[in-house]
């Protein structure tokens, strides 16, 4: 019953920007340790921003000060504002909790392309 859904993903030209969102629903969202993660092809997925229940966050040093993680509990949903897009930003993006919930309930994920 759990789901992620994300979206938002896109071709941006580099110094561009994108928001990403995620859609969660089967459980107490409010409550739980959120994050993005992002995935290049054969490689495990790697931890992007984080943000607590509380609205504490923290960030990957490669995107520290460019991106910006939120949420919204009434709406079950989680942001990532991505600023100054570079080459080096092009992954495949998850949301996901964190630490990530039982194997099985990754979304489809959203592609992210910086590119001229």
């Known amino acids: 019953q759990v789901q992620f859904v994300e979206s938002g993903g896109g071709l941006v030209q580099p110094g561009g920007s994108l928001t990403l969102s995620c859609a969660a629903s089967g459980f107490t969202f409010r409550m739980y340790v959120m994050s993005w993660y992002r995935q290049a092809p054969g490689k495990e997925r790697e931890l992007v921003a984080t943000?607590?229940?509380?609205?504490?966050?923290n960030y990957a040093g490669s995107v520290k000060g460019r991106f910006t993680i939120s949420r919204d509990n009434a709406k079950n949903t989680m942001y990532l504002q991505m600023n100054s897009l570079k080459p080096e930003d092009t992954f495949v993006y998850y949301c996901n909790t964190f630490p990530p919930w039982q194997a099985g309930y990754w979304g489809q994920g959203t592609q992210v392309t910086v590119s001229s």
């Open positions: 943000i607590s229940a509380g609205a504490s966050t």
